[in-house]
């Protein structure tokens, strides 16, 4: 068993609950793709590799958005 998704989501948690709303998303994301699909990495199939896409994309996203939402607020 691959205690990795848990550590993620309880620090995904913690962030959520200090305010670090962006860094907590993108953990509780990374949490729900490795409970919901174990085996991503290893599936070669079409839909395995326009899920993984998607959730490199999102998380990128969120972190550029991060990114510039903390330079231009100070």
Known sequence: MNI???LF????LALLIE??????S???ITTVAQ?????LNTTAGTSATIL???LI???ASLLIYR???VRSRT
């Not at 409970?35 to 085996?39: E, M, V």
């Open 4 to 6: 990795t998704p848990y």
């Open 9 to 12: 989501g309880l620090i995904g």
């Open 19 to 24: 305010g670090e709303n962006i860094l907590a």
């Open 26 to 28: 993108v953990l509780l």
């Open 35 to 39: 409970l919901a699909f174990p085996n």
């Open 52 to 54: 993984r896409f998607g």
């Open 57 to 59: 994309v999102i998380i």
């Open 67 to 69: 990114l510039f939402f």
